[in-house]
Structure formats: structure tokens, C-alpha cells
């Protein structure tokens, strides 16, 4: 018997992996052609995983500055911008698929990941096999990741697509059996998504929170407690990243000037429905589509009248509940697309997203949820999976790019430039932005000799000056909070337009070294994120033993 029932979950696990490849095939498919395609972000993903390349090999741990981009005059690339998805990157070009191919990789992933957990966390939510696969499917075609993926092309955010439903897993049977494996899940999938992208994370975070909250109602306190410390865990696992990029914001141009105007960026009501589908940047006459799309607008109302129609005593159950709780999220996000809530996105942290239209993503993950309530309910089965086929129907001619480049790997890994749009991650004592690379790194600007450099990476410049007389020796290297002289308590001037490092030197023969170190406010920032991962990795060797006695 136990060989009967072995069996038949061979065959539904195999039948299961069938699925996702099907769902997925249509969407990945331009991802296996030669080369790549143009995206607003997508080769720009290429160059930075290049650079942290660099940043690995000259030991700088963790990656923070560039010394190739911003034309070979530095760029603190990594000190901002979420690290996680290129760290993937690393471990897949050592197993020697190129630099693009890995980006590439990435992106097939975030897709088959994303179809995977959506189908679990469905399945456990509605206890219903049928909502899992209904989920899946529709969550692999939200209209707002064929933009991303053809688009935008925005690495962190396909990843979080497939971080969303696997954290929601983790939470809920963290909440139904109060089991510490889950938690601790929990912990590394969120303090993954925290690096994966920025604005992601603040959006989940809220959705979590607000879905917590409302668990309330058939929980018991001491699940909650555990959410939280799980959570807290994933903080502080990703506090080397997220707490030197909150507290130094202060010293780059961000911090002054906004990227864009907000109120450009919001979206209409009809635009939800009726928007068309262009490779423009958004706003512009050939921009990106806004849609939510028919479909998912009609499961929405379908979830609404099933639960209004409930009976009283019945609509407080848990499955009722759990879809009251997301059809109510929902609603409360859905304004935020539209310019009438434009005073809610001066709040904390909301005040840092200068797109509205980036909420489309933590929608359509909503939506393909309540997608698998409606697929659950007997009487609403066959409208649900219509719904979906509709909605394949009418984006699956989307599901490509504009067209395909095969530049190769040498042209990213010797692209400099910052990969920022509007260059705001230069630090603001820079008044005079680089044009082009400078002739060479070390240059003499004051008094008479000879200076050469000897070495050069993203983390240490040797050089040697003969000086004739005293002098100053330019680096052409951006100064940012890091830079040291080794060997000396001597700080180092940058107060000239460029913002790059000047160092003055007296007569005779001087061996300089700059080395580029953690600040002390940083390594306190990598020992919360060592002590954090050291609890995680304690709670789990423990709970390995449980299981083994078990």
C-alpha cells in the first residue's frame, strides 16, 4: 500500500514538473535564442554583473565600489543598488555559461520559480489542487511581467515574482503548524528579497503586515511571534546591504534630486484595460502597457460576490477569511495607481518610489491568488480557468521582445558606464561629471617629477611618485567614505570639481597605497548580518536533528 501511494506522488510530481514547463515554455522560449534583446535594465543587468565580477576577484567583500564604471572614475554601484541577483549571477557564469547567458538564466528562473511557488502556496491557501494550478498559470501571464521581462527587462523584480509566493508559503504553514523549519525559511527568502529589490520588499512587507493583521482572527498569538522573529532574522541577515545604503543615502545625489516626477508616472483608469502594448519608456507615446487586464478585474468581482454571498456563519472560516483579507488588500492598493493618492506616496518610505505603476507587479501576484479561490468554489470552477485562457489569449502575443542583439560578452564587461539612469548614485561633491576615461590614473598637478602607477583594482591603487620638489598627486578615482591612505592617519582631500582624490606629497621617492575598506559603520552593518545568518544556521543544523529523530 505504502509503495501504491509512494508511486502515485512520483507521478503527480513528475506530471506536476510537465505542467510548469508547458505554463512557462511560451514565455521563456526568446530567452534560448543566440544573444539577447534590448530592455530598458536588462543589459544594463549584464554590465553590473561584470563588474561585481571584478569587485569578487580584487577581494572586495562585500562588493560596495565600482573602480571601472562612471568612465574608470568609480561608482559606489553596489553600496545602493540590490546586490542578491547578482551574486546568483556569480555562481552561475563559474559554471562557465558566460556573463549573458547567466543574466539570462536568471530571468528563465524567475519565471519557473514563480509558477512553482505560486502553485504550492495556492494549493495550501484554498486546500484545493485545482487552485494551485490555476494560480500558477495565471500568475506566469499577469500582463505587468511580460513588461518586465521584455520591457523593463528588471532583474530584481522578476526575482521577487518568485520570492512573493514562496515567503506567503513559508508564513502560512509557519501560522498552521508552528514548525521552525518553515521560519527559518522564512528568514533567508525574506532577507533574500530585501536584496533583490529594494522597492519590492517595501511593498510585501506592507502586504504582509496587513496580512498578519489579519490572520488575527484564527491564529494564536504565539505564531505571531514567531513570524516576527523569522522575519527579524531576515533583517538582519540582509543589514550589510540595506542599513549602509538607508544611513549613506545622504551622501549621493538621490538623496537631493529626484529620479523623475512622480505625478507623470500614475495611472488612468482606463489605462487598467485598454492601454497599448509599446517597448517605449513609460509615458511616452510608444510606452508600456498598465494593463491589469479583463480577466483578473472580473476575479476580483467573482471573489467579491462569493463572499457576499456566504452566510454569515460561514464567511469567518479560514479559507472565507484568508480571501476577505486579500480581496481587501487589493482594494486598498488599487487606488494607490491613480493620481487622487498622490499625498500617500509622500508617506515614509513611499516617498522613495517615484513610480505608482510599479504596484501592477504586487496586484497581479494578488489577483493570481484569488484566482485559485474562485477555482476552488464548485460552482465558479470552469469561469475561473476561462478567465485564464482569456488572459493567456491576450498576452501571450506579447510574450517577446522588440528584437534580438548578440553583442557578446566583451562588449558588457568593457561598457563603463554608470548604469544608473540619471547618474544618482554619484556622490554629491562631484560638481563635474566624467565624459570620458582619463589617461591615466595617477596624475602629477602640482610640482615637479615622475608618478606611476603600479597597481590598480576596485579596492587597492599602488602608485610611486619621484618627486623633484613637493607636490599633489591626482587620483582619478572618485573619493567615497572607505577610501584610506594604508599606512597613515592622513585623510584625503577630494574639494575639487571632479570629486576625485588628492594627495599631497613631499620631495624625494613615496610608495602610496589607497586601499578601499569598510567603514566602521559598515562592519558593525556585515557583524548584524554574520550574527544573524550564525542564529539561522544554528536553528537549522537543530532542526535537521529533530527531523532525523523524527
Known amino acids: 500500500m505504502k509503495i501504491f501511494y509512494r508511486s502515485k506522488q512520483v507521478y503527480f510530481y513528475i506530471l506536476l514538473c510537465i505542467f510548469f514547463l508547458i505554463i512557462t515554455t511560451p514565455v521563456i522560449l526568446p530567452f534560448f535564442y543566440k544573444g539577447y534583446f534590448p530592455t530598458h535594465d536588462g543589459e544594463w543587468a549584464v554590465i553590473r554583473l561584470t563588474d561585481m565580477y571584478r569587485e569578487l576577484k580584487d577581494k572586495q567583500i562585500p562588493p560596495r565600489f565600482s573602480g571601472n564604471l562612471n568612465f574608470g572614475y568609480g561608482y559606489p554601484l553596489f553600496n545602493f543598488t540590490y546586490p542578491f541577483p547578482y551574486y546568483a549571477g556569480i555562481v552561475i557564469y563559474l559554471l562557465h555559461f558566460g556573463f549573458v547567458n547567466s543574466i539570462k538564466i536568471l530571468f528563465i528562473s524567475s519565471v519557473l520559480f514563480s509558477a512553482v511557488s505560486m ?68 528568514a533567508i527568502l525574506y532577507g533574500i528579497l530585501v536584496q533583490t529589490h529594494n522597492i519590492m520588499a517595501i511593498f510585501f512587507s506592507i502586504f504582509l503586515l496587513l496580512f498578519i493583521l489579519g490572520s488575527l482572527f484564527y491564529i494564536r498569538y504565539k505564531s505571531i511571534k514567531k513570524i516576527v522573529f523569522f522575519l527579524l532574522l531576515g533583517v538582519g541577515a540582509s543589514a550589510f546591504f540595506w542599513l549602509p545604503a538607508l544611513v549613506e543615502k545622504k551622501h549621493i545625489l538621490l538623496s537631493y534630486v529626484p529620479i523623475t516626477d512622480r505625478s507623470l508616472y500614475f495611472v488612468t483608469f482606463s489605462q487598467l484595460f485598454f492601454s497599448k ?89 494578488l489577483l493570481s491568488l484569488l484566482s485559485g479561490f474562485v477555482a ?50 554619484m556622490p554629491i561633491w562631484v560638481k563635474k561629471f566624467p565624459l570620458r576615461r582619463p589617461e591615466n590614473k595617477a596624475v602629477l598637478i602640482k610640482g615637479r617629477g615622475l608618478v606611476e602607477t603600479e597597481k590598480l583594482s576596485s579596492r587597492r591603487i599602488t602608485f610611486t611618485a619621484n618627486l623633484q620638489t613637493d607636490g599633489v598627486v591626482r587620483i582619478n578615482t572618485i573619493y567615497y567614505p572607505g ?68
Not at 123 to 132: C, F, P
Not at 306 to 328: D, E, M
Not at 389 to 414: C, E, S, W
Request: hydrophobic residues 50%; glycine residues 6%; proline residues 4%.
Open 119 to 186: 502553485f504550492f502556496v495556492s494549493k495550501t491557501l484554498w486546500n484545493s489542487t485545482l487552485a494551485g494550478f490555476i494560480s500558477s498559470t495565471a500568475y506566469v501571464y499577469v500582463p505587468y511581467r511580460m513588461v518586465d521581462l521584455f520591457v523593463r527587462g528588471s532583474l530584481g523584480e522578476s526575482l521577487s515574482f518568485a520570492l512573493f509566493p514562496a515567503i506567503l508559503f513559508c508564513v502560512i504553514k509557519l501560522l498552521r503548524t508552528g514548525k521552525d523549519i518553515y521560519g527559518i525559511f522564512l
Open 483 to 550: 577610501w584610506i591612505l594604508e599606512g597613515s592617519k592622513r585623510s584625503i582631500a577630494y574639494d575639487n570639481p571632479q570629486g576625485v582624490m588628492e594627495i599631497p606629497l613631499s620631495k624625494g621617492m613615496n610608495k602610496i597605497s589607497l586601499v578601499f575598506k569598510e567603514t566602521l559603520f559598515r562592519s558593525v552593518c556585515d557583524l548584524l548580518s554574520l550574527f544573524s545568518l550564525f542564529i539561522i544556521a544554528v536553528l537549522f543544523v537543530k532542526q535537521i536533528k529533530v527531523l532525523k529523530v523524527n
Open 376 to 425: 476552488a468554489k464548485p460552482f465558479w470552477r470552469f469561469v475561473a480557468v476561462c478567465c485564464v485562457l482569456v488572459n493567456i489569449f491576450l498576452v501571450l502575443p506579447h510574450a517577446k521582445p522588440q528584437y534580438f542583439v548578440d553583442r557578446g560578452d566583451t562588449y558588457y564587461m568593457t561598457n563603463d558606464a554608470t548604469t544608473t539612469s540619471s547618474n544618482e548614485l
Open 277 to 365: 502594448w509599446g517597448y517605449g519608456a513609460p509615458a511616452s507615446s510608444d510606452g508600456f502597457t498598465y494593463q491589469i487586464g479583463i480577466p483578473f478585474v472580473l476575479i476580483l468581482l467573482i471573489t467579491l460576490i462569493v463572499l457576499i454571498s456566504k452566510k454569515r456563519s460561514t464567511i469567518f472560516n479560514t479559507v472565507n477569511t484568508q480571501a476577505l483579507v486579500l480581496v481587501g488588500i487589493t482594494i486598498l492598493f488599487f487606488p494607490l495607481l491613480f493620481k487622487e493618492s498622490e499625498i500617500v506616496w509622500r508617506l515614509p518610505f513611499l516617498s522613495e518610489i517615484n513610480y505608482p505603476w510599479i504596484l501592477l507587479g504586487m496586484l497581479g501576484f
